[in-house]
């Protein structure tokens, strides 16, 4: 039974570039949640999908979008890239009430924009 | 605002008991979650709770007063393999998490 799985592990990019991210949800989730986690600090929440639209939104800019596709898979792009976006990004899935159920994690995309 | 406060790092010994806080002012409370994050690799689920009292799992158990907003994570019989930061993160309203900054537990032998 896979679980939460993350591409690519690393990317180096520079400031202005694009990023996608990607992120395939455990086998039965149809939830998925994206983090932005900076070195010695939570998870911040960046969005949640659910049945391909965007559920609910955290605190971080336009620049931020993303996706899911039937499968239930999920992309993070991130635009005009800034040298404070080097983080971890985690991707987290599960059903559909998140409110009360784990939430099972990727183990991350380390991004570092030079 | 919404707020979630955790120590920043604990000291303890092996095969002592550790307790670590946890306190949280949010909108909306659909329960409290723990999670250990090992440095480098992804948080793994420990413990949830939406009810007051006491949740027992094997060497950890987790505390919640809803009143209060407060909770704690205890460990005990401490192993080398539990350094690690310990996440509370609390679930509001519109199903969002909310993490704090995480505590930081060393372990010495």
């Known amino acids: 039974d896979a679980g939460v799985t993350q591409s690519p592990t690393h990317l180096i990019k520079t400031r202005g570039q694009q990023v996608t991210l990607r992120c395939s949800p455990k086998s039965g989730h149809d939830t998925v949640s994206w983090y932005q986690q900076a070195l010695g600090q939570g998870p911040q929440f960046i969005f949640q999908?659910?049945?391909?639209?965007?559920?609910q939104r955290g605190n971080f800019p336009d620049r931020f979008s993303g996706h899911q596709f039937p499968n239930y898979s999920s992309e993070l792009n991130v635009n005009a890239l800034l040298l404070g976006d080097s983080a971890l990004y985690l991707c987290a899935s599960s059903g559909p009430d998140s409110s009360n159920q784990p939430q099972h994690f990727g183990d991350g995309t380390r991004l570092s924009i030079l | 605002g919404q707020n979630i406060d955790q120590p920043t790092e604990m000291t303890a010994t092996e095969g002592a008991i550790v307790q670590i806080n946890c306190t949280y002012q949010t909108s909306g409370f659909n329960g409290l979650f723990w999670y250990q994050q090992h440095a480098g690799e992804a948080p793994t689920f420990l413990s949830y709770?939406?009810l007051d009292g006491l949740e027992e799992k094997g060497r950890f158990s987790s505390f919640l007063s809803r009143s209060k907003g407060y909770s704690y994570l205890l460990l005990k019989e401490l192993q080398m393999k539990d350094s690690a930061s310990y996440l509370c993160?609390?679930?509001?309203?519109?199903?969002?998490?909310?993490w704090g900054a995480g505590t930081k537990l060393i372990i010495k032998p």
């Open positions: 993160a609390v679930s509001g309203s519109n199903y969002q998490l909310i």
């Open positions: 999908y659910y049945e391909e639209e965007e559920r």
């Open positions: 709770n939406v």
